[in-house]
């Protein structure tokens, strides 16, 4: 596939990063020389440097035969513009575009064919923003996540001694809760992927990776793992746009304290907020969160641009007694040297936000990507189309489509319904199937599946 | 350095226009053939004359008003157009003072509704349509009436009518003509005016009823053609129509306007006072008629319901017409209802006090004081409507609680120095500032102020004017600095 990616700012990079190692073909636009070189050092891309609204600089990008746009610049209007152009000018069959501002957002015809003709617009900070929200809602899981319009979900915690679940055979669990049909889909152990299978038996510190329909999730939550008391009091480190965002989504619900070192931008905080308190001060600033009462905090979030502030003030929330600290963390090496330490849940904004560019790049008919455990493993949503002779799995049983090992399909939803998938399911045509993939390596193997043959057609 | 010559020559413009204003008594007259016709033949033409000789003496000076003259402009149109207004009353009744004359025709600009006159409806009809038509023109503003049909102004005129319109934050233009703005507003305001006029006829009153009640009740002015007030018509379908034309006239005016362009209830969801203001007088009037009931002033709950809220929302929105002798209720009522007049109107209404949106900005700005005690370090903002208020305008509100409470004060201590009891002296400064009518005690609403001596009149006199506009605008003029180069 043949991609145009315009910015070269955290997201672009990231999406780079993430597509250029699926064999894509990558053109980066940006105005700064310096970021693209840095950029072309490490990876294999092509680059170009000029203003990603200027139709020459587009050509020049290769945008005429290009599949797909990803405008991510940092101005919404520059994005636009070039969706815009990318539209009437090169015809670009799939242009996505990252928009901040809400007001582009409220009415449909914005992006509609006759204004800017957006196919996807993608706003990181609000994916972020509902990863955490997710995580204020459920305290108990380290990650939610949504499929099929929020019918499915799938639910990570770590499992830990004297919890329900620890110490038993999977095959257990069916007795616990016989009234809601859950899959445990994948088990991490250290950094390692076991496939559950009936009698494996979940020791404490794993990783499990649950599905169920999104109304059991509470249900299942609860077998899993022992209630924590719901969260009432949440302390956000860092009023950026994250910050903002996360205090807006929770101020009603929770009552919710947020901490921002400029002053200027403590002002709008206040203004933009309605309940929520704002204050000023270093969010690694001890005697600050001393007097803030950090000690009863349920939920500590650092979401400052700082890496190492992140870190360190959800290290200092946790040592003043915090209950649960989540960090916002870029870099890679910091995430696997914390996770599972004294920082409950580290959240890589990368991959967080990824998934919704990656089901545009996936062949078949992916829908939904979800990447997990920083990149290494997936969990898809495919809709499978064709009859029994053009696709591999329909009318089959899940026992009989041939899954590379280190895949697993957990679930399918056929219309309105949620089907836990058992060995003996049968697959038909307009399923969503969702697909837990271990290993990023089995991808190719496994959108083959869901793909209609071509001599079919 | 203030320019005299150009305010002179603006102001007997709006001279010449008020003695135009005086043609219509003299209609009434006609039609009435009462005896006061003569008296409005010798004051329109002797307004008119001063009017036409002051702008021959000053013509040729027009400049843009700066704001330092549109303060002196405003202070001398509110204090020289009632004198004019007493010409009619003087050459009517040759044994009436000026003082009193005087105070009368203040009392009806600044619509407070406070008389000195008594045996109302013996009164010839025009100088009854007169008082009533003062008041109506005081309500909204003759500076903004000025504004709004006369293009003499300019630039300057928003900064004048600022000095004019009650409320602390004054510069959300309605339009972007500042003409269009006064023009609008007068709009509204007689649109509503012919509303209550007819609804009044409907109702039960005859024309002339009609017509000046809903001068006085649309300006939240209290004047009325008979000495009982609206006891005199005892009719209950009248009291919901005047207590629901004076909720609307407690509204901010902008307000209506905006509803009145976008056909929409929804500017009033948006507006931070109604909420307050609405809820304050439901609970007001419940809460009276409770007590009312409970110490058995009246034999049923519906009695006491009936006039509490016709008396309260009268008062609160600082309108002065009375139904009932309230003076008489336990003294818990009529103190509360003291109380309310103090603030419960909305800025940019008709009614005077401190209004509901001040109230709000302090008692936020209290709240945040306490909280910053709490959290040292959290930044709590003012806010209205979801808006930011800058500190600049809760320091002026400060500012002017505090000379407004000072006025209080003063006003208190000169009217009991000079000899009242203090009951009357305070209730006295309260609805004199806050332009709502009759007292308690020797000011209540059975009575009226002509027990007052010549220097109380004109104590109230001045308190009249000082809460009208707003304080600063009439002790600025009277400052030192103001008139320093």
């Given amino acids: 596939m043949k991609i145009v990616i315009l910015g070269a700012g955290q997201v672009g990079s990231t999406v780079a990063e993430s597509l250029v190692s699926e064999a894509n073909d990558i053109t980066v636009v940006d105005v700064d020389g310096a970021r693209l070189r840095n950029l072309q050092d490490r990876l294999d891309l092509r680059t170009v440097v000029g203003s990603a609204a200027h139709p020459s600089v587009l050509v020049q990008a290769g945008i005429e035969d290009c599949d797909l746009m990803i405008a991510v610049t940092q101005s919404d209007e520059t994005n636009l513009v070039a969706c815009r152009l990318a539209q009437q000018l090169f015809n670009v069959p799939t242009r996505i575009a990252r928009l901040r501002a809400t007001d582009y957002l409220t009415n449909e015809r914005v992006l509609g064919p006759d204004c800017f003709d957006v196919n996807l617009a993608i706003c990181p900070e609000q994916v972020l923003t509902d990863y955490i929200v997710k995580l204020v809602e459920f305290p108990e899981a380290l990650q939610v996540l949504e499929f099929a319009h929020g019918k499915v979900s799938l639910v990570a915690v770590r499992a830990f001694q004297g919890g329900p679940l620890v110490g038993h055979p999977l095959k257990d669990l069916r007795k616990h809760i016989p009234s809601v049909d859950a899959r445990i889909a994948a088990i991490f152990r250290g950094d390692s992927p076991i496939l559950p299978e009936g009698d494996t038996v979940v020791q404490a510190g794993d990783e499990v990776f649950c599905l169920a329909a999104t109304e059991d999730i509470r249900q299942v939550l609860r077998e899993l793992r022992r209630m924590d008391k719901p969260v009432s009091r949440v302390m956000i480190a860092g009023g950026g746009n994250i910050g903002l965002r996360l205090a807006r989504a929770v101020e009603r619900d929770y009552s919710v304290k947020i901490i921002e070192f400029d002053k200027r931008r403590c002002e709008m905080l206040s203004t933009r907020l309605d309940r929520a308190l704002v204050l000023q001060g270093d969010v690694t600033d001890e005697g600050l969160l001393e007097t803030e009462n950090v000690a009863d905090m349920d939920l500590f979030v650092a979401v400052t641009n700082d890496d190492e502030n992140n870190i360190m003030s959800c290290l200092l929330a946790k040592r003043m007694g915090a209950r649960r600290v989540v960090a916002l963390i870029n870099r890679r090496s910091y995430v696997d040297l914390l996770q599972a330490g004294q920082i409950d849940i580290a959240i890589s904004p990368a991959q967080a936000t990824i998934g919704t560019l990656l089901a545009h790049v996936r062949r078949g008919h992916v829908t939904q990507v979800h990447s997990l455990r920083r990149g290494v493993a997936e969990a898809l949503e495919a809709v499978v189309h064709g009859d029994h002779d053009s696709c591999r799995c329909i009318g089959r049983k899940i026992e009989e489509i041939d899954l590379p090992r280190g895949a697993a399909i957990g679930a399918i939803v056929r219309g309105d319904k949620v089907i836990m998938a058992h060995h003996d399911t049968v697959v038909q045509a307009e399923d969503h199937v969702i697909v837990f993939v271990t290993d990023k390596k089995l991808l190719p193997k496994v959108e083959k599946l869901f793909e209609v043959s071509v001599g079919f057609l | ?485």
């Fill in chain 2, 1 to 485: 350095m203030v320019r005299l010559l150009p305010v002179i020559e603006v102001l007997s413009v709006v001279i010449v226009m008020f003695a135009l204003a005086m043609l219509l008594p003299l209609g009434v007259a006609f039609l009435y053939d009462d005896e006061a016709r003569h008296a409005y033949g010798k004051a329109v033409a002797a307004t008119f004359a001063t009017g036409a000789a002051l702008w021959i003496a000053t013509r040729g000076n027009r400049a843009e008003l700066q704001p330092r003259d549109g303060f002196l402009l405003v202070a001398l149109v509110w204090t020289v157009v009632p004198a004019f207004a007493t010409l009619p009353l003087l050459i009517h009744f040759p044994d009436l003072s000026f003082t009193d004359a005087y105070f009368e025709t203040v009392a009806a600009v600044t619509t407070t509704g406070s008389t000195l006159l008594s045996g109302l409806d013996a009164l010839p009809p025009s100088i009854n349509f007169w008082r009533c038509e003062l008041q109506w023109l005081g309500g909204m503003g003759i500076i903004v009436l000025a504004v709004a049909i006369l293009p003499l102004l300019g630039v300057g005129g928003s900064q004048i009518m600022k000095a004019e319109t009650p409320g602390p934050m004054k510069d959300t233009k309605l339009t972007p003509r500042i003409t269009g703005t006064a023009k609008g507003l007068w709009l509204v305001y007689g649109i509503m005016t012919l509303a209550c006029m007819l609804v009044y006829k409907a109702v039960g009153m005859t024309w002339f009823d009609a017509i000046v009640h809903s001068f006085s009740t649309l300006s939240l002015g209290g004047f009325s053609s008979h000495d009982q007030n609206f006891g005199f018509f005892n009719s209950p379908a009248i009291e919901a129509a005047a207590i629901f034309f004076m909720i609307i006239a407690g509204l901010n005016f902008g307000t209506h306007f905006l509803a009145f362009r976008r056909l929409s209830l929804a500017p009033y969801r948006s507006d931070p006072e109604a909420g307050a203001y609405l809820a304050l007088l439901a609970l007001s009037v419940l809460g009276i008629a409770a007590f009312l009931f409970i110490n058995h002033v009246y034999p049923s709950f519906g009695t006491a319901l009936r006039h509490s809220a016709f008396n309260v929302v009268s008062i609160a929105t600082t309108t002065g017409f009375s139904s009932v002798n309230f003076d008489q209720w336990p003294i818990f009522a009529p103190v509360w209802m003291l109380f309310l007049c103090c603030f419960t109107a909305c800025s940019g209404s008709t009614g005077g006090g401190i209004k509901m949106i001040r109230a709000e900005l302090m008692v936020r700005q209290a709240r945040r004081e306490l909280m910053s005690i709490i959290h040292p370090r959290a930044y709590l903002p003012v806010k209205v409507s979801g808006q930011r208020v800058e500190n600049n305008i809760i320091f002026a509100v400060l500012a002017f609680m505090l000379i407004w409470g000072g006025s209080v004060i003063a006003v208190t201590m000169l009217m009991a120095a000079s000899g009242l009891d203090i009951v009357t002296a305070f209730s006295a400064a309260i609805v004199c500032i806050t332009n709502t009518g009759p007292g308690l005690n020797q000011i209540g609403p059975a009575t009226n102020y002509a027990v007052l001596n010549d220097f109380q009149t004109w104590v109230c006199t001045v308190a009249m004017l000082i809460g009208r506009l707003e304080l600063f605008t009439l002790f600025i003029v009277v400052t030192p600095a103001f008139w320093r180069n």
